[in-house]
């Protein structure tokens, strides 16, 4: 398995860059992870836009799906150049009736409801969900094929939950929106230092954190994960490759 960061920031994206998103890849299978802005530009680094499998989105806040009715065009111009592509299934909670059938267009997309009691397979993959404590429903993730795991904990504050939803797994990819001078203060979201508590616990291999401000230097939210967690763990670099292997 391997896990590519196509974005990195909470919020907005910086100027070139793309809001907190990922890539899956597996036996030729590409499943995309949250959608928002600035996500299409640079996904297409990486495979076309029509290669894409799968979407699976966390929550309906503008900086996980800015970027659908973009996709879902590119869809449609595609069918109506008479290259259509499969209708591609996006995955979401459907806690938010508008925004879940938004997920549906022109049946060049489809939208598939997930629950955070689901265990829902999605080409190779095993995938399974958490609620997590944000301002609207939200859904952390994890990743399962041939034995090694991802698990995204998509936008949430501390939540014990978590801990036994990510037990074990390879790789980490936690949300680290806030310096430690902000714990507390910003509903909905984590410091370095619990990504860090949230890895030692859960005794992960690796922890990448992800969705990082974008005022101040990031690096001070790394090192705040690392007074805590003792193994790997980095910012997440786009276009980087995370390989998973058995």
């Not at 799906?65 to 069918?79: E, P």
């Not at 390879?170 to 949300?175: A, C, G, R």
């Not at 979201?189 to 954190?209: I, N």
Request: proline content about 4%.
């Amino acid at each position: 398995m391997k896990v590519i960061p196509i974005g990195i920031w909470g919020g907005f994206p910086k100027a070139n860059g793309a809001t907190s998103s990922f890539l899956l890849e597996h036996d030729g299978f590409h499943c995309l992870v949250d959608c928002g802005s600035g996500v299409l530009a640079s996904l297409q680094n990486h495979l076309p836009l029509e290669a894409l499998d799968a979407v699976v989105i966390s929550h309906y806040h503008a900086d996980h799906i800015a970027d659908i009715g973009s996709l879902q065009y590119s869809r449609l111009i595609n069918f109506y150049l008479g290259q259509p592509s499969s209708v591609l299934p996006i995955y979401g909670h459907d806690k938010d009736r508008e925004h879940f059938e938004k997920l549906s267009y022109k049946e060049r997309t489809v939208g598939v409801a997930i629950q955070e009691t689901d265990i829902v397979q999605i080409g190779p993959f095993e995938v399974s969900f958490c609620e997590t404590t944000h301002p609207v429903y939200c859904l952390a993730m994890k990743f399962q094929v041939a034995g090694r795991s991802v698990t995204f904990t998509a936008d949430t504050e501390w939540r014990d939950e978590l801990v036994a939803f990510a037990k074990g797994t390879d790789l980490l990819v936690s949300e680290a929106n806030l310096y430690e001078e902000h714990l507390g203060k910003a509903p909905g979201h984590m410091a370095g230092s619990e990504a860090g508590k949230l890895a030692k616990l859960a005794e992960v291999k690796q922890l990448v954190l992800t969705h990082l401000p974008l005022h101040g230097e990031p690096r001070d939210v790394l090192q705040a994960a690392k007074v805590v967690f003792e193994g790997p763990a980095e910012l997440a670099e786009v276009g980087k490759t995370y390989e998973l292997n058995a």
